[in-house]
């Protein structure tokens, strides 16, 4: 029998702590030695969250936040705290050699000129741990998969931004469409927002509505976003972004408009090259001609759902993408990129099916 | 007192017959003097609609549809049946000289050979009234007010339609946005699906996900919107129009991306041309800056919100619109469309503030 | 052309205060003349609702509560703040002979001493006002009629004991139910909680899932639904009431479950005491046999629907409310009691319609 | 390694044979080997369920019904046929020695008679197969744990079912509550009426209010609780029950109304009863004081969540349940029942946490 490899999770108090919960309990590959949050420490798992009561066995107290400790239990620390926040605590946790997952936007940029653009504010005028940016790896296994297999800090992508990415990536890898002028129109269940109250996300105000918000290429997921992409095109490049808030309680949508490099091509075209670009990814789902990504089709699994079609009428190319947002488009996501650098084999403890309806 | 008009709803069955009785049966210039429907005939509005039990006094037994009985009583006729249907119908009634306010697709395109590329099927092969085609005004007061001061048959807009054209229709009108490669991203609350159920508006499977549908051009208020918009610009177009099914009953946010003419106005041009274009509206609220369309704040109301912005980085325009697709998008245009036409204030009757929340 | 009243609306941040708001500035008989609040003070109600920007001609900014302001200009005033805040304002305003309608808990209960048994807190240890108690009517129509016409302090009903009330009061007047052990299970929409995001409305947390709160008679309208039915008793009694939070903004529907003082009675028995009861009432509908109240029916609309059943088997009566918590059970009936006082038509500017869908 | 046993799937359309795949498909101990259906047959199960189309290796298409088939592979077959429907299909398995666990209400009712007065209609005058009944062991292990674990012929009960007795029969079983003028309040999601579209579960008529339905004492879930009751009890009873829509998916919460034999017992003692009777139960969770069963917290899981409380006030007894009707009320019970039968560990394969938010 292998040792499962220790694992802690801090932050757990959040949705996507949560969800690291749910889904690491159950990995055959691990073992949660250690749930560790700021306020909730002292609390159990079960009494922050009832669903959860369960999952560890005999559910322990969560623990302050304590650097030496993970150090001297746990092989790989997955980070679930907000950005800012998240920066020294993974410095901290580098520094003792832990391999850390860092959901947060803290390493996700490679150039802190561009964090700072993004991020800086009247706590962090600049990124606080600079040198750790160029040990992060991008946590997308559909881009980045060779290095995360010798990563030790995994920068886990935005839920916006996984959307997006697997949507756009392989079209322009391939060179079908241009790399300029893509717009992606993105919707969102409301537990993007994560889990503490605000008019935003309650009930008697968004429960029955949609409506766009920061728009105008505000959001801060927007920079992941080119960075990627720009690798795709193997030069820069801008998006415009266009987030939603839906009423629903996961889930993301995004739709990518393009327009081609070749109009003429074969209306099929380009969502064979998804299919090409994803043969034998084992979470992602390019879905035949006449079906439609739906986020209520992976709720709950790591699996991505994505297609492209082409308009005959304008010319112009739509691929669009289904996740949810917790799973593949964050803690799902930390652990697929976990069981790559541990060397487990990818999908271990991430065959979950969606819950439907 | 002025005598109060005589008005017909037929296919009082469906929302927007629903819809057309809630905000009739309170208009101070009419009487709904005929209610009629195919399959309902013989039942009582209140058994169909309970929530209108009280809607039409005393209540009375829905006809079957006899434009004779109509062209005896009414002055006025809104059909609300669906297209294809509709179309025999308002010829009969025109040919009585009754008013008459299509709520179907029948009428809205002016050119049959584009109706028959949308519309043909096995019942109909060509346009059923093509004569009356050149008598038909789009109702879309913003854009057609004078036209609809004089017309005898009113083409109801489309719910996608009416709001998309709002929002991009004075962009094009004032030169600021390039008619071509425009993107229209839509989002529908079930309602729009009509009162027949169907997979698709299934609760289990409707209610807590989000997904396009009918993608690459194939929705059939793409035509509808493409001729307003080429009116706009004085020349033909095409737009890439993306419908999506959003887990709420009510509202349709639309967000139209496009090109600036000239990348080096003022942020805010685009915005304030909206507020130019509708100022003295009754209806169409531009928001402040830093405010975004909601569609819970237009529930029930047939006031439209939009709102545009110039994103700096990408040097691409979003412009939005959200309204309810039964009132704005469907019920209370038809109503503001006969204010007009009888001479009536404007917004006689539709002075019903959203319900929020 | 009668003068319109001028009336003042304090508390107008919140729910009920908008709702104030929607229904008072489309009522022929009143004016709003002053619309207060106490944090949202000099922003514009368009600011705080949104869908409110043209209620009010102007959208003038909020005033912070003045009473001697409120004396000067009105005369009639609504108090929309929370129980505890409110008796002092009240107070204030009776002071100065402006006829208030309260929409707290604060005059609900004719007992000071069972109030203190339900509100005492570390700031009122005893009720503010005890001497306006005997001064205040209960503002439920069905109920109250003839005192509210006399009426200059009204203690607006809770929303739960409004449909409560509704549902038991004419079976027990009637002598038909057992009042002991009364059960009623009662299940509201999230708008019931008010505006104030909290854990318990954050939508990924109540969006998709029911609870019931409060068990084990302690919410705190079970002493004014006890005052109620007690009257209607004759003699004292207790009522278990349960309430649940369902995911949906408005709406309340109570089930009341009693024994009848006779099995041996018609199964409809019930149903037509209701129907006796309520025959002549403008805003109770008593379903006919065969249909049942849907909160959806009622949404936005002052109406309540009611029935009763007979289960043969058990020999237990079962009857059901159905009301919009905000309308009927806040400030619809708040303006169905002034209408009473002021000697207005009872239904004047109340015939909005439900919306539905 | 043991071998895995070979079951089928029978009505693999519906919900709760999608959820049978879901969980069978992820059972360590069985193997999928057929997957049948009646109007599906041809499709393949990632066609009818885009969700499931990773959960059986290869996606074979679904055959259709045949009994011999299904008794030359498989040792036992899940029937999720409708009522009716089910009884022929179980009476030509049982007859070929397949184990059967069936989720209709075919085979729950142990008395013909009972039977026939709740579901004969023109296709059934009589019970199908009388002579099963008595094979048949109701499928609720908390019950009858000891005879499932020699049974050939599961009745898996329904989902309102589920819920009412886990919440009621401990207290009638310890002489806590009287058994009789029991009132059972209870509340699902829409997945409870199945995936066949209605007026009742479009989404615009019931995504936004909340009904009660089936009222009297007229829902077919009624007789199953009372025989479960009325055996706690060892005597004849009948309960008022009474099911509500609610605007959500999954979840059933019922609310258990009774009168304590001795009213003067502490009042946790009713919580307490239900702890000690489930101490040890692998899927019910008797919460804390203070803590209440929501239906959010058990969605996808086979978990229940019971309490208890005691009103002083009134000196009534309420007892709450909360389960996923498709997963304790339905598929994840019928595991349970198949791993009591076959010998293997109780919990196996339904270790899934739920899903929140």
């Not at 108090?13 to 560790?36: D, F, K, N, W």
């Not at 623990?63 to 400790?69: L, T, V």
């Amino acid at each position: 029998v292998p040792t499962r490899v220790p694992v802690a999770i801090i932050g757990a108090s959040g949705y996507t702590g949560a969800e690291l919960i749910r889904i690491l309990s159950r990995h055959p590959g691990v073992r949660i030695a250690q749930v560790m949050a700021k306020r909730a420490a002292g609390q159990r798992v079960g009494d922050v969250f009832p669903h959860l009561a369960h999952a560890v066995p005999g559910d322990p107290p969560i623990e302050p936040f304590d650097p030496a400790a993970v150090a001297a239990t746990s092989r790989v620390a997955f980070s679930a705290l907000p950005h800012g926040d998240s920066a020294d605590v993974v410095a901290a946790l580098r520094a003792k050699n832990v391999i850390v997952l860092d959901l947060s936007a803290d390493f996700r940029l490679r150039d802190p000129a561009i964090w700072a653009g993004w991020y800086a504010d009247a706590d962090h005028a600049a990124h606080p741990a600079p040198t750790l940016l160029h040990d992060a790896v991008y946590g997308l296994p559909e881009r980045h998969r060779a290095a995360l297999r010798s990563a030790h800090l995994v920068a886990v992508p935005g839920c916006y931004a996984t959307a997006a990415i697997l949507a756009a990536a392989p079209l322009i890898s391939a060179g079908l469409i241009v790399p300029d002028g893509i717009v992606i129109d993105a919707k969102s269940g409301a537990s993007g927002a994560g889990r503490s109250p605000s008019p935003a996300t309650h009930l008697p105000e968004a429960g029955e509505g949609i409506r766009a918000y920061k728009v105008g290429g505000t959001h801060r997921h927007t920079p992941e976003i080119e960075q990627e992409l720009a690798d795709a095109a193997g030069r820069e490049l801008r998006v415009l972004f266009t987030p939603h808030l839906v009423p629903m309680s996961r889930g993301i949508l995004a739709c990518v408009y393009a327009r081609p490099t070749d109009p003429g091509r074969d209306v099929d075209a380009y969502r064979a090259a998804l299919a090409t670009a994803y043969a034998g990814e084992p979470f992602v789902d390019v879905l035949p001609p006449g079906r439609l990504p739906d986020t209520a089709h992976v709720r709950g699994s790591n699996r991505a759902q994505v297609t492209a079609v082409f308009d005959l009428r304008t010319g112009l190319v739509l691929a669009i993408a289904a996740i949810d947002n917790l799973v593949k488009g964050a803690s799902g996501q930390a652990v697929q990129c976990m069981n790559l650098l541990l060397g487990l084999p990818e999908p271990q403890g991430l065959d979950q099916l969606a819950l439907f309806p």
